[in-house]
């Protein structure tokens, strides 16, 4: 699979955007057959009116305690927070000493497009191998959510600033 230096460049142009901002309201969580909740949702670039980007948020049946928060450009994921334990650790890749990451990273952490645009231009792959560890106080979907808005120039409007979680199922069966 190739990569081109424009879809590179159209990505950087994208998250450069201070104008782009979450439709309304917030998307309902989907059961994707595939062990989690999924809400995805639209993101507008207000002075074009264009719609190329959705922001992913993603709970895990087996542990909902560690959701994902993504950025997903035209059906590519360019960036990506993950919730984890303190206590659970994955390692970078080898190339990730050289962008100043560290070796291993435990806890939250977030796959940037900034360190792993190289990769993607390199293999072809859409992928976002390095990670960066966050030591801001991600113990909650919500905290999640406004730092990754924040990070990335997503405006929130007003009446979409509570997250709605799934109820149906998240803490077991909600008909015992």
């Given at each position: 699979?190739?990569?081109?230096?424009?879809q590179l460049?159209?990505?950087?142009?994208?998250?450069?955007?201070?104008?782009?901002?979450?439709?309304?309201?917030?998307?309902?969580?989907?059961?994707?057959?595939?062990?989690?909740?999924?809400?995805?949702?639209?993101?507008?670039?207000?002075?074009?009116?264009?719609?190329?980007s959705t922001?992913?948020?993603?709970?895990?049946?087996?542990?909902?305690?560690?959701?994902?928060?993504?950025?997903?450009?035209?059906?590519?994921?360019?960036?990506?927070?993950?919730?984890?334990?303190?206590?659970?650790?994955?390692?970078?890749?080898?190339?990730?000493?050289?962008?100043?990451?560290?070796?291993?990273?435990?806890?939250?952490?977030?796959?940037?497009?900034?360190?792993?645009?190289?990769?993607?231009?390199?293999?072809?792959?859409?992928?976002?191998?390095?990670?960066?560890?966050?030591?801001?106080?991600?113990?909650?979907?919500?905290?999640?959510?406004?730092?990754?808005?924040?990070?990335?120039?997503?405006?929130?409007?007003?009446?979409?600033?509570?997250?709605?979680?799934?109820?149906?199922?998240?803490?077991?069966?909600?008909?015992?």
């Amino acid at each position: 699979m190739t990569v081109t230096e424009q879809q590179l460049e159209d990505v950087d142009l994208y998250l450069a955007r201070k104008d782009k901002q979450l439709t309304e309201p917030q998307p309902e969580w989907v059961d994707t057959g595939r062990e989690d909740y999924q809400c995805t949702w639209s993101i507008i670039e207000m002075e074009t009116g264009v719609e190329r980007s959705t922001l992913k948020l993603r709970i895990p049946f087996a542990s909902f305690e560690n959701p994902s928060v993504g950025l997903i450009f035209r059906g590519n994921p360019i960036a990506r927070l993950d919730r984890a334990r303190d206590s659970v650790c994955e390692g970078n890749p080898p190339y990730a000493t050289r962008l100043g990451l560290p070796y291993r990273v435990c806890g939250p952490h977030l796959h940037s497009w900034e360190h792993n645009r190289h990769h993607v231009a390199l293999t072809g792959l859409w992928e976002l191998p390095a990670r960066v560890p966050i030591t801001d106080n991600m113990s909650r979907l919500n905290q999640m959510f406004f730092w990754f808005c924040d990070k990335f120039s997503l405006m929130i409007p007003n009446n979409c600033r509570q997250l709605h979680l799934p109820d149906r199922g998240l803490f077991g069966d909600p008909n015992a």
